[in-house]
Nanobody, 123 residues
């Protein structure tokens, strides 16, 4: 059982930056592909970014490409999401997730989920 704890959310003005972190409890963290998803009020959860277990493959949703960067530090059992040029429409609860097999953008690839961290971007 992998436990994931997100941190780094908060309130920021449009155009600002935040870095989210997701710490995993397992020493086998390096075996898992990791993803970030988000859910805005009244909307379904959507994919944001993903990174393969080795870090060699990265995926981004079109609406964050060029603004967000996903990375991981397997020595620290942590995955990051650097968010720049934030927009009010980025306001959501951000979740990290871990999964085995092939990396990708679909939710079904991810078995373990964190509790989420709130990101609020003011105009």
């Amino acid at each position: 059982q992998v436990q994931l704890v997100e941190s780094g959310g908060g309130l920021v003005q449009a155009g600002g930056s935040l870095r989210l972190s997701c710490a995993a409890s397992e020493r086998t963290f390096s075996m898992y592909n990791m993803g970030w998803f988000r859910q805005a009020p009244g909307k379904e959860r959507e994919f944001v970014a993903a990174i393969s277990w080795s870090g060699s493959s990265k995926y981004y949703a079109n609406y964050v490409k060029g603004r967000f960067t996903i990375s991981r530090d397997n020595a620290k059992n942590t995955v990051y999401l650097q968010m720049n040029s934030l927009k009010p429409e980025d306001t959501a609860v951000y979740y990290c997730a871990a999964g085995g097999g092939y990396s990708g953008t679909e939710e079904w690839r991810y078995t373990y989920w964190g509790q989420g961290t709130q990101v609020t971007v003011s105009p």
